[in-house]
């Protein structure tokens, strides 16, 4: 309809200057044209008094507007109006044609490949065309842009699609031609993330338009996808691991599938899903043993559901390094107590934490419990940075500030902020509020805000229940289900004691609160990330009574205890942290490698040799010396090129001359041919983003016949200048009959015709 | 004549001896029963009620109440559970309050096997245990306790008698559990005081006896039930009186190493099941 009212297609109107081509000079016209309006306004008012009735006042003054435009419409048509717009001179230029060949365009759709929805109008017609105007170059275009003669060798199983360095690697061939045009054929599966701003601005800085064709259904009619994975890269042996799984579905609303994790063929969990509204993504936890130690991959997958476009996209793997060894926890009681007793025996067969305790039994006296040495502890709660920073985490008791000195209150805040260890504070009769913790140095790291008051801690009975915050934690989960925890919680027995904790700080997160005699809910158990370590409060010391008022078998106390001292120590990191960006690699080998190393106090390390042992598939061994960052010190950075897919492992080990200050592991999985199976819907934003910025135009296979005129309006390559007149489009023509014909209607109407 | 005289006279003085005999025994039993009542005296004035009997502690020293075996009064309360009590209890706490920084209530909880409470305290006192019976549902009861974390500490039963009865209850909670000598190098002996020298602990009776040890509970025995990881869950003084201790340590008759071990032992006891 636009063509046949204007003659010429949006991009000419949109591209084109507007000129008047008559030899009059545009002065004489705004003359002409101001002195007609004024001359009919005078004329208009001149005669009003022999004017019909009807049409005096505002009636008037719209048919003077009426003819005014008619007059300035036929002067302006009278200059000759046209639109200049730059064309490529024929045969003179160049354009480019990618054609996407990943394995995403062999996905079937309506019966017909992507591949052949994007190969059969342009040998229908439309590469015809372009070779008639222009110089036309092939390309395939996958991980990187290859120069083809034909558009039948085109195979859809490159694995993996990278749009924006197959552009830079046009744009670089064709530097020194003249490039008229790129024309994109794909549906926009970038595997890469995007196109970086960086070719972008190299395309328009040459004024190069990018005509993007869109190949394949934007959403896929009968799909689910697995598009994401939330998963700890470390874990403790024999630990609870909580992933978050991210899925969305199309065609499947209100079913059920299964939700399972496997560690190789063995399923370690599983569990079943409702599939929410279609298109909505949706996001489920599985929690699952992570099993002894090693470097372990994971695989998270959904049911194949009946009728499923794509079937390759409903699993993936992750890895996580489970480590060994038992992290020490230090927990200093200020009274002997039940909750200390049932504490400790809660977690004694946890293999992966050990609780070190030393109890104040008299007014000068310690009992030390779980030492390594005879004369550990011997001297009471640690002053020396070492001795304490030796522990993964801290749980202080019933202890008053007043215990520890000023460099011992330090020394703790250190060793949450600075070492990155774990602390948790109970409640009781001489802690928190009662003890002087609100106005301490030490407040600061707490979760809480402290109530600034005496009588906070009540030996009374207390209920407890979940929030919802709790859903996604794993301290709480002592049943799988989150409808079935819930309840657990509700029905265990109530608190001995509680205590007033005060007010959650921003970002803490309150996983149970405690009702006191039916009043108003309280916050039970806070915790929130400190610096390189974390911290939490729990306002009771009571929950000694799930042990001993529930039947023998239950294991509640235990799960409960067990699953905080290892949230408490899993993070806490040791003197050398390795890490990278991704540890799966999808159809990538490039890994960015970095260590973070501390010496005994956890101050950075400036002044040590950082050294990564690769081990690879089939035997592959190789040393890389690490580069400490210039910006970060103790930041130890390199990048490495893993060579064959298959398992990596890293072992990181920083020396400082003979002396090993510490080691760490990392493990890597490359995999080939996966990206292209996830995201295959046309990624039509892309597409569209991409012509619009370079000045091209998005279309559809269908409309490809206008293509090779539309590229030919281009300012890149070797142009020239076309005027397209403008005063004989069908759409100025009508322009006029309407105001003439307005104006005759309005008179008829008014009865002055 | 004379004879007869003679003979007369012999039989006089063996009548006079007796009587002589008779009159000395007469007066030293009446001294002894002088001195039991001193003791008996202070029973009918029991222990006051503290003034802070209301405030509740981390630890409650609680009493088990259990059925007798045999019938017959014993004590204050109508039962063998009840020997010493109150007085014991609260003069004991006090000497808890007074060593340890065990936040002790200042009353003593009587429990009971068939009770909800009876779970609420991990650490229980029974006493005259040689008299003691239970259904099976108590004795299940009791055996979930102590596999769950509770402590029990026995107390005043002597010799081979009392031994066969408090056993034969012991086996209904434990059929499968040996009973086994503590050994000296055991934390419960260490844990706050190092008791490497113990001895036996006697009761008001032996003013009355001139023994310390009643029936034929010649030895100190000190005994144990343990869980499966080698624990204390039954703590067993056989052969002593740690009761009567408690109960007449303020008294300036009862010997102060018998009341000086006895709170030693009681305390060491709490604090043992307080960490383990």
């Known amino acids: 309809m636009f063509e046949f009212l204007f003659r010429y297609p949006r991009s000419v109107f949109t591209k084109g200057d507007l000129v008047l081509l008559g030899s009059w000079p545009v002065w004489l016209l705004g003359v002409l044209i101001v002195a007609g309006i004024v001359g009919l306004g005078w004329l208009m008012r001149s005669r009003q008094s022999e004017a019909v009735g009807s049409i005096k006042g505002w009636r008037s003054l719209v048919l003077w507007a009426l003819q005014s435009s008619m007059l ?92 924006g360095d197959s552009l830079k690697q046009v744009s670089n061939e064709t530097a020194g031609l003249p490039l008229g045009g790129v024309i994109l054929v794909s ?169 070190v305790t030393l109890l104040r039994t008299t007014q000068n006296k310690f009992y030390r419990q779980g030492v390594d040495q005879p004369t550990e502890l011997e001297q009471g709660f640690p002053a020396k940075v070492e001795e304490l920073f030796g522990f993964h985490a801290l749980i202080l008791g ?65 209920a407890v229940q979940l929030t919802g915050t709790a859903i996604d934690s794993l301290i709480t989960r002592l049943v799988e289900q989150p409808g079935a925890n819930d309840e657990r919680w509700r029905k265990l027995p109530q608190l001995a004691d509680y205590q007033d904790i005060g007010t959650p700080k921003l970002g803490a997160a309150v996983l149970a609160e405690y009702t006191p ?139 400082r001359g003979a002396e090993e200050v510490g080691r760490d592991v990392v493990t890597l999985q490359r995999q080939d041919g996966v990206a292209e199976n996830f995201r295959t819907g046309q990624n039509r934003e892309l597409l569209e983003k991409l012509s619009q910025q370079t000045g091209g135009r998005y279309w559809k296979p269908a409309d490809l016949n206008r293509l090779a005129d539309e590229i030919a309006l281009s300012e890149a390559g070797i142009t020239v200048r076309e005027a397209r007149d403008l005063w004989d489009l069908p759409a100025v023509f009508m322009a006029l009959i309407a105001l003439r014909g307005t104006e005759w209607w309005l008179r008829r109407k008014w009865g002055a015709v | 004549m004379v004879e007869v005289a003679r003979t007369h006279r012999v039989g006089s003085r063996r009548v006079s001896a007796l009587v002589l005999l008779g009159f000395c025994t007469i007066s030293v039993l009446l001294a002894q029963r002088g001195t039991v009542r001193d003791f008996l005296d202070e029973e009918d004035n029991p222990a006051p009620m503290p003034a802070d009997a209301q405030e509740p502690g981390e630890y409650t020293f609680a009493r088990l109440r259990y059925t007798s075996k045999r019938n017959g009064y014993w004590g204050r309360g109508g039962g063998a559970w009840s020997t010493d009590w109150p007085k014991a209890d609260r003069q004991f706490v006090q000497g808890v309050r007074r ?11 009587v429990v009971e096997l068939d009770s909800e409470e009876f779970m609420q305290y991990p650490w229980i006192y029974a006493t005259e245990v040689g008299r003691w019976d239970f259904t099976e549902k108590q004795a299940a009861r009791l055996r979930e306790y102590f596999l769950k974390g509770g402590f029990m500490m026995t107390d005043d039963f002597h010799g081979t008698f ?100 006895a709170y030693r032992v009681g305390v060491n006891f709490i604090i043992y099941s307080m960490t383990h």
């Open chain 2, 162 to 261: 009392e031994w066969s009865v408090f056993y034969e209850g012991l086996q209904k909670v434990f059929p499968d559990r040996p009973v086994v000598d503590i050994e000296d190098k055991d934390q419960i002996f260490h844990v706050l005081y190092d008791l490497k020298e113990r001895f036996q602990v006697g009761g008001i009776q032996m003013f009355f006896t001139g023994r310390v040890s009643e029936n034929d509970g010649y030895d100190a025995k000190w005994r144990a039930v343990l869980d499966d990881k080698g624990r204390v869950m039954i703590a067993i003084c056989h052969n002593m009186d740690l009761g009567d201790a408690w109960e007449w340590a303020d008294h300036p008759r009862y010997p102060e190493n018998f009341a000086s071990l």
């Open chain 1, 517 to 655: 005699g039916g009043r108003a809910r309280l916050p039970l158990l806070v915790t929130q990330n400190y610096g390189r370590g974390r911290t939490a409060v729990l306002g009771t010391s009571g929950t000694w009574r799930w042990q001993m008022q529930q039947p023998l078998e239950d294991q509640t106390h235990e799960v409960f205890w067990q699953q905080l001292q290892r949230w408490l120590v899993t993070e806490t990191p040791g003197p050398v942290v390795a890490s990278t960006p991704r540890q799966m690699l999808f159809d990538e080998s490039r890994a960015r490698l970095s260590a973070d190393v501390r010496d005994k106090t956890f101050l950075p390390a400036a002044d040590v040799e950082v050294e990564a042992r690769v081990l690879g598939p089939q035997g592959l061994t190789e040393r890389i010396k690490m580069k400490p960052d210039a910006v970060t010190p103790g930041l130890y950075l390199t990048d490495y090129a893993l060579p064959k897919t298959g398992s990596y492992l890293v072992e990181f080990t920083a020396r």
């Open chain 1, 72 to 163: 300035a419409a036929v002067l302006t048509l009278l200059w000759q109006p046209a639109l200049l717009v730059s064309t490529l001179k024929p045969q003179q230029n160049v354009v480019a044609v990618l054609v996407d060949d990943s394995q995403s365009m062999a996905l079937k759709e309506g019966g017909q490949a992507r591949r052949d929805q994007a190969r059969t109008p342009l040998q229908a017609g439309v590469l015809d065309a372009l070779s008639r105007r222009f110089q036309v170059r092939l390309y395939r275009v996958a991980d990187r842009a290859e120069r083809i003669k034909a558009l039948d060798t085109l195979t859809a199983q490159a694995a993996s699609t990278n749009l």
């Open chain 2, 99 to 109: 060593l340890t920084r065990v936040n002790a209530r200042s009353v003593e909880q």
């Open chain 1, 187 to 355: 549906d926009g599966a970038d595997n890469s993330g995007g196109v970086d701003l960086d070719t972008i601005t190299e395309l328009r800085t040459r004024r190069v338009p990018i005509h993007t064709v869109g190949v394949g259904l934007e959403q896929a009619v009968k799909d689910v996808e697995l598009s994401d994975v939330q998963a700890p890269a470390r874990a403790l042996a024999d630990s609870r691991i909580a992933a978050q799984l991210t899925f969305e579905q199309r065609g499947y609303e209100g079913r059920k599938a299964k939700l399972a994790v496997r560690d190789g063929s063995k399923v370690v969990a599983m569990r079943e899903v409702t599939f929410g509204k279609e298109g909505n993504w949706q996001t489920e936890s599985l929690l699952f043993n992570a099993g002894s130690a090693g470097a372990r991959a994971f695989k998270f997958s959904l049911d194949l559901q009946e009728g499923e476009e794509n079937q390759k996209n409903n699993s993936t793997e992750r890895l996580v390094n489970v480590q060994d060894g038992r992290r020490r926890i230090l927990y200093i009681e200020g009274e002997p107590r039940w909750e200390f007793k049932f504490v400790r025996r809660a977690i004694e067969d946890d293999k992966s934490v050990k609780l």
């Open chain 1, 398 to 462: 019933n202890v008053e500030l007043n215990y520890f000195s000023p460099t011992q209150q330090e020394l703790i805040k250190s060793f949450v902020d600075r070492r990155g260890g774990g602390l948790l504070m109970l409640a009781g009769r001489n802690a928190l509020s009662e003890g002087g913790w609100a106005k301490s140095a030490l407040a600061e790291v707490l979760p809480v805000i402290l109530p600034e008051r005496k009588g906070t801690f009540l030996r009374e009975p207390a």
